[in-house]
């Protein structure tokens, strides 16, 4: 019985995302793709994938970094890279980083598939409703300007945020980023906060109560 993932496939190439559709849709898996560098690296980050297959030489991003930033940002994701000839000590370098595999174009039907088979089975983690940042926003703007709902949150943890309105969609990144006060994370993920809203952020940071 197939095992099947959710894949993101990323590359210039309407050929390549094409081809990487027809074969992993024909073998069972979920397949989304991006034909930017950029608009890969977000959908990766945001989404709900099990693996991203990503091209090294990509024109608006350096394929290592998108390695490098996924596997900071998204650890749990397998990453596979795809790669010319030319590019294969490339290859093998974000393999050093913490990619999965690599396939070398022109590449065979089996050889996709055979990259995917080797992963570890897919946790099927159930999809939740995107995170919507004005949700983030009022949390940070009540935890702020409610003295006791903030200190809760200093003392219990991410566990007084279900208690939120809405808060119960939140994933665990951002409850940890929230608790923790990771004030640059959010910033990146939902755009730049008030002076309100950082305010209980940076209170969390001065308490240092880990």
């Given amino acids: 019985m197939v095992q099947a993932h959710k894949i993101l496939v990323v590359d210039d190439e309407s050929v390549v995302t094409r081809a990487c559709q027809r074969i992993l849709v024909g073998a069972g898996h979920r397949v989304d793709f991006a034909v930017t560098g950029v608009e890969g690296l977000s959908q990766a980050v945001s989404g709900n994938?099990?693996?991203?297959m990503a091209d090294l030489r990509l024109p608006d991003l350096d394929g290592m970094?998108?390695?490098?930033?996924l596997r900071s940002r998204r650890?749990?994701?397998a990453i596979i890279v795809i790669t010319?000839?030319?590019s294969v000590p490339s290859a093998v370098e974000a393999l050093?980083?913490?990619a999965a595999d690599y396939v070398q174009k022109p590449f065979t039907p089996k050889r996709?598939?055979?990259a995917i088979d080797r992963l570890p089975a897919p946790c099927h983690?159930?999809?939740k409703p995107p995170v919507h940042a004005s949700l983030v926003r009022r949390i940070l703007r009540y935890a702020s300007s409610q003295q006791g709902f903030g200190q809760r949150l200093l003392t219990e943890g991410s566990s007084v945020l279900s208690e939120f309105p809405g808060g119960g969609v939140l994933n665990w990144e951002v409850k940890a980023a929230i608790t923790s006060g990771d004030i640059v994370r959010i910033e990146r993920r939902f755009g730049i906060l008030s002076t309100e809203q950082r305010d209980w952020l940076e209170r969390r940071l001065e308490a240092e109560i880990w």
């Fill in 96 to 98: 050093r980083l913490g």
């Fill in 75 to 77: 650890p749990e994701v």
């Fill in 84 to 86: 010319g000839y030319s």
């Fill in 49 to 52: 994938f099990d693996v991203v």
């Fill in 112 to 114: 996709i598939r055979d």
């Fill in 65 to 69: 970094e998108l390695v490098r930033t």
């Fill in 125 to 127: 983690r159930e999809e």
